[in-house]
């Protein structure tokens, strides 16, 4: 059975500050990893997308990398800004069907 | 392009009763998925179909149920209502191209008292 993780669990830097959020997981035979944003009561945003093939996806001041053989994949987000102020969350795609395994989620707060 | 939409938003029932939610998944795609968001539990995988057959289930009690009818439009129910069953319902919708990217809803909070 698939088993997500995500360190930390929440993270409050100043803003301009880069930082890294982890993800970890424990069966290696992914079909793909989505990282999502959450704003508090909203639904899920897609931010990144690593197919298995893949070793990192960037858009825009965020990068995802994924190495499967260690079962890890980091967000690593530039130059933070108070409107990245929410919890981030890290899902792994199985193969045989549409069904994500989700991380705990790290709330990260960028202080002005 | 209109993305995936559920309702109600927002709903409150009581001990017993039981609900409906609705999902319309992004046009084209075909494969829809629901998710419960707790707390306590984050989120967990609920269901999943695909051209109107359930094609996986998460580890959820036989209260919780859904269908998919012709047009890609989802529905889910959930019987007898318990305090527990309060929590954040969201559904996804998946192209049917090689990537399998998900897009949620904004999902529907159900309270229960």
């Known amino acids: 059975k698939q088993e997500v993780t995500q360190i930390p669990a929440a993270l409050s830097v100043p803003e301009g500050e880069n930082l890294v959020l982890n993800c970890s997981f424990t069966d290696s035979a992914i079909y793909n990893l989505q990282w999502f944003r959450q704003d508090p009561g909203k639904g899920l945003t897609s931010l990144l997308l690593i197919q298995s093939s893949q070793r990192e996806q960037t858009s825009g001041r965020l990068n995802a990398s994924l190495d499967k053989s260690s079962g890890r994949s980091t967000l690593y987000i530039a130059a933070s800004q108070p409107g990245d102020s929410a919890t981030y969350l890290c899902a792994v795609h199985d193969w045989g069907g549409n069904m994500l395994t989700f991380g705990g989620g790290t709330r990260l707060m960028v202080k002005p | 392009k209109a993305g995936v939409t559920q309702t109600p938003r927002y709903l409150i029932k009581t001990r017993g009763q039981q609900v409906t939610l609705s999902c319309s998944p992004i046009?084209?795609?075909?494969?829809v998925s629901w998710y419960q968001q707790t707390p306590g539990q984050g989120l967990q995988f609920l269901f999943e179909y695909f051209s109107e057959t359930q094609r996986n289930k998460g580890n959820f009690p036989g209260r919780f149920s859904g269908r998919q009818f012709s047009n890609s439009r989802s529905e889910m129910n959930v019987s007898t209502l318990e305090l527990g069953d309060s929590a954040l319902y969201l559904c996804?919708?998946?192209?049917?191209?090689?990537?399998?990217?998900?897009?949620f809803g904004e999902g529907s909070r159900l309270t229960v008292l």
């Open positions: 046009s084209g795609h075909r494969s």
């Open positions: 996804a919708s998946t192209s049917t191209g090689d990537i399998g990217e998900l897009f």
